[in-house]
């Protein structure tokens, strides 16, 4: 990756939506019962906030990876005859998550809204009671030859079972609350942690007029991205520069989530067309979402010059190369134009296109480079 700027940061992609080549994983649903869906299956998560109670379930719908793939047209999501609600609920959740991903602009605040740290939530959940060390059929056993000595015992063959069934118990609960131990330390640190980000973040803004990267630093690392983000920048005055490393067009998710009673959890894929308009509305949706956090963060800033590339490969030296897609100038009074209050009905590549710019992309979401402002 070419640097052309002072400053660089990685930021780390937020846990509630992340975007890679091997699919899409999402933790979706209010606070205290969520929905995560993942390689590792769909699972129902319900607890109450700081009560320590934490249920979680594997749903019976598996993950689409393993499922019948549909062949109905692109876009169009399968559907079976009478598929459980909770399937359906699950497609719903998990095709709302992808449009997360393709419409982040609508993250952006307004220039005028206060900038505060919003601190990330422990991913982990609370450790669950282990399960028995013996299997079922083995305690069944032992319970239906405490039943079947009854008669001959006067009942005290259920004494043995009930000693045996309260020492496993005893003894899961143990290993809970070591494990629950655990946890809880590694929860406090994190919370610790983000404290301490807190401060930095408050005190990096108090300084903005005199180390003005120091505060975008900390706003640009506060920002929940789908994916692990390169951005590299500075300040000159009263002009930031900024470069982001955009996704791949191949780490789009390219299918819409169905479910059928048959398959389950389904996949039904899109066009290449509409691959590429989702791609667009994406990447132009980053620019979009760091322009309104940069111009937030340092008031003195009247004028950004973003740029955005990707890396390939190429065949003529096997090494990576930056591809620059676009690159635009934004004065703040342009940017003030903008109805923050109608995000909805903003179309990022519409926006970014009326500034001033250098991109050669075709009505379909084709991109050829370009070179960047400089």
Same mark, same amino acid.
């Given at each position: 990756?070419?640097?052309?700027?002072?400053?660089?940061?990685?930021?780390?992609?937020?846990?509630?939506?992340?975007?890679?080549?091997?699919? +899409?994983?999402?933790?979706?649903?209010?606070?205290?019962?969520?929905?995560?869906?993942?390689?590792?299956?769909?699972?129902?998560?319900?607890?109450?906030?700081?009560? =320590?109670?934490?249920?979680?379930?594997?749903?019976?719908?598996?993950?689409?990876?393993?499922?019948?793939?549909?062949?109905?047209?692109?876009?169009?999501?399968?559907?079976?005859?009478?598929?459980?609600?909770?399937?359906?609920?699950?497609? $719903?959740?998990?095709?709302?998550?992808?449009?997360?991903?393709?419409?982040?602009?609508?993250?952006?605040?307004?220039? &005028?809204?206060?900038?505060?740290?919003?601190?990330?939530?422990?991913?982990?959940?609370?450790?669950?009671?282990?399960?028995?060390?013996?299997?079922?059929?083995?305690?069944?056993?032992?319970?239906?030859?405490?039943?079947?000595?009854?008669?001959?015992?006067?009942?005290?063959?259920?004494?043995?079972?009930?000693?045996?069934? =309260?020492?496993?118990?005893?003894?899961?609960?143990?290993?809970?609350?070591?494990?629950?131990?655990?946890?809880?330390?590694?929860?406090?640190?994190?919370?610790?942690?983000?404290?301490?980000?807190?401060?930095?973040?408050? *005190?990096?803004?108090?300084?903005?007029?005199?180390?003005?990267?120091?505060?975008?630093?900390?706003?640009?690392?506060?920002?929940?991205?789908?994916?692990?983000?390169?951005?590299?920048?500075?300040?000159?005055?009263?002009?930031?520069?900024?470069?982001?490393?955009?996704?791949? !067009?191949?780490?789009?998710?390219?299918? +819409?989530?169905?479910?059928?009673?048959?398959?389950?959890?389904?996949?039904?894929?899109?066009?290449?067309?509409?691959?590429?308009?989702?791609?667009?509305?994406? +990447?132009?949706?980053?620019?979009?979402?760091?322009? =309104?956090?940069?111009?937030?963060?340092?008031?003195?800033?009247?004028?950004?010059?973003?740029?955005?590339?990707?890396?390939?490969?190429?065949?003529?030296?096997?090494? *990576?190369? $930056?591809?620059?897609?676009?690159?635009?100038?934004?004065?703040? $009074?342009?940017?003030?134009?903008?109805?923050?209050?109608?995000?909805? $009905? !903003?179309?990022?590549?519409?926006?970014? =296109?009326?500034?001033?710019?250098?991109?050669?992309?075709?009505? &379909?979401?084709?991109?050829?480079?370009?070179?960047?402002?400089?």
């Amino acid at each position: 990756m070419g640097i052309r700027f002072r400053k660089t940061i990685t930021i780390a992609p937020g846990v509630r939506i992340n975007l890679s080549k091997s699919g +899409v994983s999402a933790t979706v649903g209010p606070r205290g019962a969520t929905l995560g869906i993942g390689r590792g299956g769909v699972h129902a998560n319900v607890g109450i906030p700081g009560s =320590g109670i934490f249920y979680r379930k594997k749903l019976p719908i598996p993950w689409p990876g393993g499922a019948k793939k549909s062949g109905s047209a692109a876009g169009a999501p399968s559907s079976g005859a009478g598929g459980a609600p909770e399937g359906r609920n699950a497609a $719903d959740e998990l095709n709302s998550a992808v449009q997360e991903i393709i419409d982040i602009h609508l993250r952006t605040l307004p220039p &005028t809204a206060p900038l505060a740290y919003t601190p990330s939530e422990y991913g982990e959940p609370a450790p669950e009671l282990p399960p028995s060390p013996f299997p079922l059929w083995l305690r069944g056993a032992v319970l239906a030859a405490a039943l079947a000595l009854t008669y001959f015992t006067w009942g005290l063959s259920f004494i043995p079972w009930a000693l045996w069934e =309260g020492y496993i118990y005893y003894a899961r609960k143990k290993n809970h609350g070591l494990l629950l131990a655990e946890w809880e330390e590694r929860k406090k640190a994190f919370e610790r942690e983000e404290d301490k980000r807190a401060v930095r973040f408050e *005190e990096a803004l108090k300084l903005a007029g005199e180390k003005p990267e120091a505060a975008l630093e900390a706003v640009i690392s506060s920002i929940e991205w789908p994916r692990e983000t390169h951005v590299s920048y500075q300040v000159d005055g009263t002009i930031a520069f900024l470069d982001v490393d955009l996704p791949e !067009i191949e780490d789009m998710p390219p299918v +819409v989530y169905g479910f059928s009673k048959r398959s389950g959890l389904t996949e039904s894929p899109k066009s290449e067309t509409q691959v590429r308009k989702d791609y667009a509305r994406h +990447v132009h949706g980053v620019a979009f979402l760091l322009l =309104g956090e940069v111009f937030r963060a340092v008031p003195m800033v009247t004028e950004i010059v973003l740029s955005g590339y990707t890396q390939k490969v190429q065949s003529s030296t096997g090494r *990576e190369e $930056d591809q620059y897609l676009f690159s635009l100038r934004v004065h703040r $009074d342009q940017w003030n134009d903008i109805n923050f209050f109608a995000l909805a $009905d !903003i179309d990022p590549v519409e926006a970014i =296109g009326g500034f001033e710019i250098r991109r050669n992309m075709t009505k &379909t979401g084709i991109f050829k480079t370009i070179e960047p402002f400089s």
